[in-house]
DNA sequence: TGTGCGATGCTCT
DNA sequence: GAGCATCGCACAC
């Protein structure tokens, strides 16, 4: 079942950085999904924090365990999916164990496997298949599949890319009902970048 | 270029 | 049965 990366995952260690550091880590580095189909991979652009026990627009907030948050409760860098309507969003767990905070991507730059972008995103332009995080993990094919497994191994993971120049912050999309939780500036994403799902 | 809203399915209460 | 960390189309400007 399980197999060899085409590429060298970033190491377990680098997850072990307070949220919002990793929130910001995570920018312009490589994430990568193998499927039968073949690989596709895109730069992580934009990232939101989650930071459960305070956050009250975070699925954990107050430490709620359930059958869904179950694995932000485990060691930082694993996978979270969640399904939004139709749609598979994903993020990356962060903090300690016991301590349930997770960064959700929200936007990648395609990088390898745009034929199969393509396909998966019919009659859409370049920029429309992984500016949104609903989009990105249908483009690159992640499912709720994926959910709980480590970002050091096949089929998800990923790599290292390059050091953005510059990163901007503002208050997170999506979540206006939360009351003084969605003026927290935890979203990041590269500045400049055309793919970032609002500009 | 921006705002509004309906479709849609899964989780938790 | 309610509530959503969305998307994509329609319409106004």
């Known amino acids: 079942m399980s197999k060899k990366p085409a590429y060298e995952p970033l190491p377990i260690q680098f997850y072990n950085k307070p949220t919002l550091e990793l929130a910001k ?8 999904k193998e499927t039968d189909e073949g690989i596709c991979s895109g730069y ?5 924090a989650y930071r459960g026990p305070h956050d009250r627009a975070a699925h ?22 969640y399904t939004m309507h ?3 969003l994903i993020n990356v767990v962060s903090a300690d164990v016991n301590i349930p ?3 959700l991507i929200r936007a990648v730059e395609p990088y390898e496997g745009l034929d199969l972008m393509e396909t998966r995103r ?16 249908k483009a690159l094919g992640i499912t709720s599949d994926d959910y709980g497994k480590l970002f050091t191994e096949w089929p998800v993971y990923i790599t290292a ?13 999506g979540i206006d009902n939360t009351g003084e939780a969605r003026d927290y500036p935890w979203r990041y994403w590269i500045t400049g970048n055309t793919y970032v799902s609002r500009r």
């Open 161 to 173: 890319g390059y050091l953005p120049t510059h990163i901007s912050s503002g208050p997170r999309i």
């Open 25 to 32: 880590a995570l920018l312009g580095c490589l994430l990568v």
């Open 122 to 137: 019919p009659g859409r332009q370049p920029r429309e298949w992984t500016n949104g995080p609903g989009k990105l993990t």
């Open 60 to 81: 954990s907030f107050g430490n709620r365990r359930t059958k869904r948050t179950e694995v932000m409760f485990a060691e930082a860098g694993r996978v979270y999916t």
């Open 86 to 88: 139709t749609h598979t």
């Open 44 to 48: 992580i652009v934009e990232t939101e």
């Open 101 to 103: 905070e997770a960064i």
